[in-house]
């Protein structure tokens, strides 16, 4: 079974094309729509809309006014519903053609701007939830940590003098461990403890502080270089808490690179832009500011690259799964988001920030 060669021209073009044939069946979808719909064109040869999408009966609708000529071609944003698989936001080109066996071509173009816009949402709302569900139980866990440490001290008091030395061992490692967990409740709640305090940040001086710290860590192995748009403005936000934004994940950079600091190769970009017409939270914005934080590392496990932003989730043996965290919580505080893309080689973590 092969795709009609009078379209076989369609299959150098990166959008994907359906036509279909006079009973609304598909006749010809060239590689990009294989590729889109993750369907082999085996499996969609002779297939009605209905049949592939689970919304697909009101797309067989437009198609048939457009083999009835009521239109020569209509355009309009759709999801497409697919049983079991993601659905897709694509914007779609219903066009008729003048061939009696082959009266309808659809043109279907994923959107990306939505997709964006969703990932965005899922972002803010997993943000929202994982907030929620730090406080509560960072307060949970801090109630009793009091009461087990006040507990083992007095249990060490009322030990028998010849048997102190031995058993202080033990009501030692007691202390000591409610003492760590006291620390790790305590920067799970930093974000909501302290006060936002707004000035006026210049964003390369926190570049530049954040510079400074990481090569004062990594002296060795290490380059870490500026490309800096100057015009970027200034703008009101609490400098503290994007100077530790920007640290923790320049300083998970960092550590990601310790194989390529071995070999004295490493690299670490600071870059620094001005998007425009930006949409945050649904918000749309004149201006942003559009920082990177590249290094040229492994890139992030699979299977973790999605939860990065999640507490407790880290690709590092030995992480407390925070850095990132709260870098995306303090960014979230200045109306802004944090998105990565990673592969192996490089690794870039994008913060957007609203501009006057």
């Not at 959008?15 to 369907?39: G, P, Q």
């Not at 009835?68 to 897709?88: C, G, I, M, W, Y």
């Amino acid at each position: 079974m092969n795709n009609s060669s009078s379209f076989d021209g369609l299959d150098l073009l990166s959008s994907a094309i359906l036509v279909l044939d006079a009973e609304a069946r598909v006749s010809y979808a060239n590689a990009a729509a294989e590729h889109l719909l993750e369907t082999s064109f085996r499996s969609l040869h002779l297939q009605r809309l209905c049949q592939i999408f689970t919304n697909g009966t009101e797309l067989d609708d437009v198609c048939r006014q457009a083999a009835a000529n009521q239109f020569s071609d209509k355009r309009q944003d759709v999801t497409l519903e697919r049983a079991a698989r993601e659905p897709l936001h694509v914007h779609m080109v219903v066009t008729a053609l003048e061939r009696p066996d082959t009266p309808v071509l659809i043109e279907l173009r994923e959107n990306v701007q939505q997709l964006k816009l969703d990932r965005e949402e899922r972002l803010l709302d997993q943000s929202q939830a994982n907030k929620e569900l730090i406080r509560n139980l960072a307060h949970e866990i801090k109630n009793p940590l009091g009461g087990i440490r006040g507990a083992a001290q007095l249990l060490e008091l009322e030990l028998p003098d010849r048997h102190l030395k031995e058993l202080r061992e033990y009501t030692q490692v007691i202390v000591k461990e409610t003492d760590r967990l006291q620390t790790l409740v305590d920067r799970l709640l930093a974000p909501h403890r302290h006060p936002h305090i707004v000035g006026d940040v210049n964003i390369h001086e926190v570049c530049e502080r954040v510079r400074s710290l990481i090569l004062a860590e990594f002296p060795n192995g290490l380059t870490v270089k500026r490309d800096y748009d100057l015009s970027v403005p200034e703008f009101r936000g609490d400098k503290e808490q994007l100077i530790q934004a920007v640290l923790n994940i320049a300083h998970n950079a960092a550590q990601a690179l310790a194989e390529r600091m071995k070999a004295g190769d490493a690299e670490l970009i600071m870059q620094t832009r001005v998007a425009r017409q930006v949409t945050l939270a649904k918000i749309r914005y004149r201006l942003a500011l559009d920082l990177h934080i590249i290094d040229n590392g492994p890139g992030i496990l699979p299977e973790i690259r999605e939860r990065i932003f999640f507490p407790l989730v880290s690709g590092r043996e030995g992480g407390s799964g925070l850095g990132l965290t709260l870098a995306q919580t303090f960014v979230q505080q200045h109306m802004g988001i944090i998105e990565c893309e990673s592969q192996s080689g490089r690794t870039d973590f994008r913060i957007l920030i609203p501009l006057p």
